[in-house]
Each structure stands twice: as structure tokens, then as C-alpha cells.
């Protein structure tokens, strides 16, 4: 029953051209991630084989997204239909600057997981599953940042959530269950409401390819009900990025499961959010995105401040961290509040530098709690002496949080600013700065606590107390949890260093946002 | 539920049940029917099997492990998507092959391999619950 | 007819919305579920409805012969459908075991992750 039985002509609905190979590179990572999860289930008795499989698996998927932003970079934005399938019919991969940018940056963060698990995550757990759920996890991610069809993005919400809620509950601990029921519940809400808006917008439009979404709202008359659903993508994603006054399930949860687990989620699952947000936002809804910008900023304000007071408020460093999540948030929202090209600019940066920062701090903890034996503020002490090395880590990394020059958060909030200020937004400008500064508080503290002083809460200047039960030496650490700590330290400080890279491309990756006739070109154009 | 009748009929039934849940699945291209239907069939197979004989039984039934069952499916679903690469064309293009066989013509396709990726994927993920649901009811 | 079908929709949203606002995890449950019906039929009404001309091509032939009933949405509410029943027998099975380990159903009194009385930050160095 193959095409013999031809009576219309149906090759005017398919592409006949060559597809370059370099186009596969849109779904190799989902694919590789996808066969990677297989085989690692299908070997998850070998608990020892496990992390090299995801190793290898995630390895290769780095170098094909290095591939892909290339790609993207040289040939401008690039699209592949799933079947042949010309857009609208088909299902469509598209890749612009940003999308390729994050899904690069959100492998690298799930390896440096990978390679930290190898210490941290107990036999029977790695057997429960810990890393198919990773590579499950890594698919769904990178599957939403390059996907270009809108419900196909909520399917892929939908893996990247069912992976996360098998690694929430690593360990079965009541602490664990209670965390996941808040976690689980609200962003299940989140992304049925997603749906919700999906299933509106096509009524509206009748197609659900983003970028021919783009062109037909933007011939749209009416804008009414456009804006409605431009309201509820907004409080869909802002609830799956916990902005305020949605974030309270992320300080309920974020501290229950593994910490690296934690790492993994801090880093990637908020972001998919912001992304979302971006894409609805400004590639779709423009006009939406006007008429809701005020809103926006109010609650980007909102958010950088309970996140950073929140942060100044904590006793558990691990609560501290899920706060400092929420002030990266609403820094990103900020940018999209604003909306020129400066500020996007800086919202992608800091989506990028997030990612790697949240999961390098929460590696972090891990490191500290390994060291210390404890995550409270109060008893925690007397690193610095015990590893000179960490301590320097963890200035770097708290002070990129913070966004402090000479590190990656430093121009990501200088672009926000000048963006903020370029637009007339002064008070957007002013939230930032002002969140800014209470994060350097909260971060400040929590070095000269747990690194600085010599031991726990009330020891005396130049007295070193002795170290708590259960915490190690630094020479018993392992280099599975140095590597991928000094790694992201590493990006941090030479992307700080040296931006101008990172700033052109974040820069394309705003203008073809902001104007999206490259992407639907891409799509509907030229067809490739 | 455990009557003697029902364990006499329920291997019989599951077996019929079984050789459904493939008729489906192979009819599905160009019918009704395909992957997930006929997955789903074949699991309420495995679920009567269960219940009347016990989950122990279902297990040594299916030889391998559930989760295993639906690895393998998930493979063969992404190398099915694989093909179109050699012909310069875009992901999961059906790529066909007409086989002679025995004087018939058997049309083989990426699709139909991707079709029984997903029924392997039902049965071993929606099986492994069920049976697991069965474990703690026992 | 949609619009009675938008109804239908706006009366089990409220539904789901007052079950999911409760203090009782079960009756969030109930909500959850309601919530994804509540959508699928939500995307059924907004491809439009079309009464007794089922999406199926002859097979002769490469397009329907007389206008069908939109197949599209009947796609995306099977995929809703497939996920939410997941999602829904996971979390049935998370609301047991939440219920069995923390021994209420109460949300007010699950505060395991976040005790009532935490021990205040360090004020001075």
C-alpha cells in the first residue's frame, strides 16, 4: 500500500529536496537522549556501567548541540519537519540562537550532575533508576528548546515533568513525599493550563506551528482575545518558573530530594519556563507581551525581592539556594518585561549563566555538607582552613550569583540595566540593582558563615573548632565531585572574562526573537 | 474472582487476547488499530493472567522484565526514526519495502517498526504498574 | 452547539477549581482530574464540532471525500488523554503513599519539608 494509488498530487504538501546533514542535528540530542534512557534502563542492574552510558550518552549529545549552535550561528535559523510533512502539517524542529544556546548550556549542567552522582548517589538508588531519569530529564529539556510546534513543546513539558518526579522522590524519605505532592500537584496545574491556552490559541488559529502562530496573530484584528490568552500563557509558565506569587511550591520542594537532584532541577526546570515565556511572549504574542508589560515588571520586582529577602532569611542553606533560584527568575522576567533587544539580550545571558550557576551552587552544597556535616547557618564553620581550594569555589560562584563583576551574572544584569534604562523602565533598572544588593547580603553571609569563621555559630576570632561528626576531610574527596565543581567555575570566570562571545550571541538570538521574519522565513521559506 | 472457571478460561482468554492486541497493531497503518491500542489490549491479557493465576505467573510469562520490554520498544522506536538519514531526507520519513513472501507481497515499513516500539512501550511501562498494583493487592 | 459545549467546560472548570482549593489531598486528586477533562474537551470544542462524519479516508482515495470532522484536535485530546491518566495513576499512588508516611490527608498539617517552628537565622556573627 505504498504511494502507488496516487489520485492528488500529495508531494506539494511533502519536502523532495536533500535534507542536509547537518539539519539532523535538531534531533539528535532528543534522540540520543532517548536511546541512551533505553539502553540505561535496560542495563540498570549494572549499577556500575550506569554512569558511563549517561556519560557517554550526554557526551555526545554536547557535541552535537556545539554542532547545532554552529550551525544555527553560520546558517541562520534552521528547521526540520518530522515525515517530510511541509509546515503546518508536519510536526517542526526549529532551532534559533537561543533555543541551540540553552540546550547546549543544559547538557553541560546535566553532565557535570552526571559525573557528580557517581559519588553522591547511593547503589540502590542508582538501580531505582537515577539515571534514565536524568537522560529522560535531559530529552524533555532539550526536546522543548528546539521543538517549534507549540503542543509538541507541552509533550515535551510533560517528559521533562514525569522524569522529574521519578528523581524527586529518590529515596523515599517522608521529608521526600511531602515535598513531592506540592511540587508534583502545582505543576501539574501549571502545565494543564498550558494546555489550556494551547487548545484556545488553536481554536483561535487554527495551527499550532509557533511560527505560523507568529504570522497569524500578527494579522489577527482583534486583539482581544489574544490578550486573554496571552494572560494565561503567563501565569502557566510563571507558575512552572516560580514567579511571584506562584514560586511558594520551589522553597517547599527544592530541599527535599538528593542534592543533586536538586542541582539538576535548579538548574534546567525553572529555565524551561523562562524559555517558554520568552518564545510565547515575544515571538508569539508581541502585542500581548505590550499590554502586559507593566504586569510583567511588577511581578519580576516581586520576585527578585522575595527571592533575595527570602535568601537572607534562611537557616537552611539548602532553602537559601531554592531563593536565590527565585531572584535568578525574576531577573529574567525583568527582561522580558522590558522587551528590546538589550534586554532580551541580557534575559537569554542570564537564562545561559543561570543554568549553570543554580546547578553548580547546589553542587556546591552538596560539596559543603560533604565537608561540614551539616546544612544549617548556625553550625556550619571553619571551611576555609579545611579547603582553601572550596573556599574559593564557593567565593566565585556566590559572588556570580550575585552578579558581581568579573563573572558571568555581572553582564547578564548589565545588559538587563541598559536595557531597563534604554527603554525608559528606570524602575525595572532600580528592582534589579536593588535585589542585587540584598543577594550580595545573602551570599556575603553565607561565605563568611560557613567558609570564614573558624567554626560553628559564636566561636571566637582565630580559634578553629573542632570539625562536626560526619563531616570528611578534603584529601577523601573525590574527583567526581571536584571536576564538575571546578568545571562550572571555570565556565563561570571565562565567560565572565570574556564576554563579547557569549553577547553576540545572545544578541542574535534577542533579534530573531524580536523579529521573528528569520524564523518563519526558516520555516516556511526556505525550505531546507 | 479466583473461581475455578475463571482460571481455567483466563489462559485461553489472555492468549486470544494476545493474538489480538497484534492483529490490531499490525492493522494499524491503514486502519483503526496500531500501537497503543494493541499495547493496551495485550496488557489487560497480561492483567487477567494475573489475576486469575497470580502476578508471579505473569512474570515468568512475559520472560523479561516489564521495564526492559518497554526499553526496548522506546530503542527500536528511535532507530525506526533513523533511516530517512541515508536518503537525505528529514526524521521519521516512512521509508517502505515491498518483501515477496511465499507469493504474497508483505509491505515493510519504518512506521509499522515504530507502531511496535510503541506497543512494547505500553506493555512494558502500563504493564509494570499494573502487576506492581496486583503485587500489593495480594 | 459549541456554545453549550463552552458551558459544559466553564461549569467543570469551576468544579475543578473549588475540589483543587480544598484541604484534603483526595479532593485535590478529583480536582486534578477533573482539571484534564475539563481540557480535553476544552480543545474538542475549540477544533470545532462536527456531528456523524468520522476523519477516515477511503481507501482509494488521498483526501476525504466531503467535509469530516476535524481530526486534529481528536490527536491532541488523545496525547492529553494518555498523559493525564499517567499523571493521574501517579498520583494516586503518591497521595496513598503521602497519606501512609505523614498519616493525614490534611494539606494544612503536612509540613514535614517546612516545620512550623525552624530555628531562626544566625543575627550576629
Not at chain 1, 72 to 90: D, H
Not at chain 2, 23 to 39: Q, W, Y
Request: aromatic residues 10%; contains cysteine.
Amino acid at each position: 500500500m505504498a504511494a502507488t494509488k496516487t489520485t492528488v498530487d500529495i508531494t506539494a504538501a511533502m519536502v523532495t529536496e536533500a535534507v542536509p546533514l547537518a539539519d539532523w542535528l535538531l534531533v539528535a540530542p532528543v534522540l540520543l537522549t532517548m536511546a541512551g534512557g533505553a539502553i540505561s534502563i535496560i542495563f540498570r542492574k549494572k549499577s556500575a556501567t550506569q554512569p558511563w552510558i549517561a556519560i557517554t550518552t550526554i557526551a555526545l549529545v554536547i557535541l552535537s548541540n556545539i554542532g547545532l549552535l554552529n550551525h544555527v550561528l553560520t546558517n541562520g535559523v534552521v528547521t526540520m519537519v518530522m515525515g517530510s510533512w511541509l509546515p503546518p502539517f508536519g510536526i517542526a524542529f526549529t532551532a534559533d540562537p537561543l533555543g541551540a544556546l540553552l540546550a547546549l548550556t543544559a547538557s553541560v549542567a546535566t553532565m557535570c550532575v552526571a559525573v557528580f552522582a557517581m559519588n553522591s548517589i547511593a547503589e540502590n538508588e542508582r538501580r531505582y533508576g537515577f539515571y534514565p531519569f536524568l537522560l529522560m530529564l535531559l530529552c524533555g529539556v532539550t526536546g522543548s528548546f528546539l521543538t517549534g510546534d507549540i503542543f509538541n513543546l507541552y509533550v515535551w513539558f510533560e517528559v521533562l515533568l514525569i522524569s522529574s518526579f521519578g528523581m524527586q522522590i529518590l529515596g523515599n524519605e517522608k521529608v521526600q513525599i511531602d515535598g513531592a505532592v506540592k511540587y508534583a500537584v502545582l505543576n501539574l496545574i501549571a502545565t494543564t493550563l498550558f494546555l489550556a491556552a494551547t487548545g484556545l490559541l488553536y481554536g483561535l488559529v487554527g495551527t499550532l506551528n509557533m511560527a505560523d502562530i507568529a504570522g497569524k496573530l500578527k494579522a489577527f484584528d482583534s486583539s482581544g482575545p489574544m490578550l486573554g490568552l496571552a494572560t494565561l500563557y503567563f501565569l502557566a509558565f510563571a507558575m512552572k518558573a516560580a514567579a511571584f506569587p506562584v514560586n511558594f511550591w520551589l522553597p517547599a520542594s527544592y530541599h527535599t530530594p538528593r542534592l543533586v537532584v536538586a542541582a539538576i532541577f535548579a538548574g534546567l526546570l525553572t529555565k524551561v519556563g523562562v524559555y517558554a515565556l520568552l518564545r510565547v511572549m515575544l515571538l508569539l504574542m508581541p502585542e500581548g507581551r505590550d499590554w502586559l508589560a507593566s504586569l510583567i515588571g511588577i511581578v519580576a520586582i516581586a520576585t527578585m525581592l522575595t527571592g533575595s529577602l527570602g535568601a537572607l532569611a534562611q537557616t537552611d542553606i539548602r532553602r537559601l539556594m531554592a531563593y536565590l533560584v527565585i531572584a535568578g527568575i525574576g531577573a529574567m522576567m525583568a527582561g522580558i518585561a522590558v522587551g528590546n533587544e538589550v534586554a532580551v539580550s541580557g534575559a537569554i545571558f542570564y537564562s545561559m549563566h543561570s543554568v549553570l550557576i543554580m546547578t553548580a551552587l547546589y553542587l556546591l552544597v552538596a560539596f559543603m555538607f560533604q565537608m561540614s556535616g551539616t546544612f544549617s547557618l548556625r553550625e556550619i564553620g571553619g571551611l576555609y582552613i579545611r579547603t582553601p581550594l572550596g573556599a574559593g569555589i564557593g567565593l566565585i560562584l556566590l559572588l556570580a550569583v550575585a552578579g558581581l563583576p568579573p563573572f558571568s551574572g555581572f553582564w547578564a544584569k548589565l545588559l538587563l540595566v541598559a536595557g531597563a534604562l534604554e527603554a525608559g523602565r528606570g524602575w525595572v533598572a532600580a528592582g534589579i540593582l536593588v535585589s542585587g544588593l540584598f543577594t550580595t547580603i545573602a551570599v556575603g553571609r553565607l561565605w563568611i558563615f560557613a567558609f570564614w569563621r573558624g567554626g560553628n555559630e559564636h566561636t571566637v576570632d582565630g580559634i578553629q573548632a573542632l570539625p562536626i561528626a560526619g563531616s570528611s576531610d578534603a584529601s577523601e574527596i573525590s574527583w567526581s565531585i571536584w571536576l564538575p565543581l571546578v568545571v562550572l567555575t571555570a565556565l563561570i570566570f571565562i565567560i565572565g572574562i570574556l564576554p563579547e562571545t557569549m553577547m553576540s550571541i545572545t544578541e542574535n538570538g534577542a533579534k530573531t526573537l524580536i523579529d521573528p521574519t528569520a524564523y518563519i522565513g526558516s520555516v516556511f521559506g526556505g525550505i531546507r | 474472582m479466583n473461581t475455578l472457571i475463571f482460571r481455567t478460561v483466563a489462559p485461553y482468554l489472555s492468549a486470544l487476547m494476545m493474538l489480538f492486541s497484534v492483529f490490531v497493531l499490525l492493522r494499524g497503518h491503514n486502519e483503526p488499530g496500531g500501537g497503543f491500542i494493541g499495547g493496551l489490549i495485550a496488557v489487560s491479557a497480561f492483567a487477567i493472567y494475573g489475576i486469575a493465576c497470580g502476578v508471579s505467573a505473569v512474570r515468568r510469562a512475559m520472560k523479561f522484565h516489564p521495564m526492559s520490554i518497554a526499553a526496548s520498544g522506546l530503542l527500536l522506536a528511535v532507530v525506526s526514526v533513523l533511516p530517512s538519514l541515508f536518503f537525505s531526507q528529514p526524521a521519521m520519513t516512512s521509508q517502505w519495502l515491498a518483501l515477496p513472501f511465499l507469493g504474497t507481497v508483505i509491505d515493510l515499513s519504518t512506521p509499522l517498526f515504530f507502531d511496535i516500539g510503541v506497543y512494547l512501550v505500553v506493555v512494558g511501562a502500563i504493564s509494570s504498574i499494573a502487576l506492581s498494583l496486583e503485587e500489593r493487592a495480594d | 452547539m459549541e456554545t453549550l459545549f463552552s458551558v459544559l467546560v466553564g461549569i467543570l472548570f469551576a468544579g475543578s477549581i473549588y475540589l483543587l482549593l480544598s484541604r484534603k489531598l483526595v479532593r485535590i486528586l478529583l480536582g486534578i482530574a477533573i482539571l484534564g477533562n475539563a481540557v480535553n474537551l476544552l480543545i474538542f470544542t475549540a477544533g470545532r464540532l462536527t456531528r456523524d462524519v468520522p476523519p477516515i479516508i477511503p481507501l482509494q482515495s488521498y483526501l476525504p471525500v466531503e467535509a469530516t470532522a476535524n481530526p486534529l484536535p481528536q490527536a491532541l485530546v488523545l496525547t492529553a488523554i494518555v498523559i493525564s491518566f499517567s499523571f493521574l495513576a501517579f498520583f494516586l499512588v503518591l497521595g496513598y503513599r503521602a497519606y501512609q508516611e505523614l498519616g493525614t490527608d490534611d494539606l494544612l498539617d503536612m509540613r514535614v519539608a517546612e516545620p512550623k517552628e525552624h530555628s531562626e537565622p544566625p543575627l550576629g556573627y
